[in-house]
């Protein structure tokens, strides 16, 4: 069985199945939208520690 030959068939199981489907994309989006506040909140961390350093920077004589 290729590949192709496999998602063909999960993708027909899946269309007989809509609850399944449904809670496949579900899964997906929640997924993504944890991922997405992963990077935001590395990114703040890292804009923190930015504004952290030139504040010690600036403090010293």
Known sequence: MTTKELAQ???ENLRGTP????????NIIVLAGFAFTLHEVG?????????????IERSRP
């Open 43 to 55: 990114n703040a961390i890292e804009r923190r520690d930015g504004l952290i350093k030139a504040c």
């Open 9 to 11: 068939q999960v993708i």
């Open 19 to 26: 609850f399944v489907l449904a809670l496949l994309v579900i």
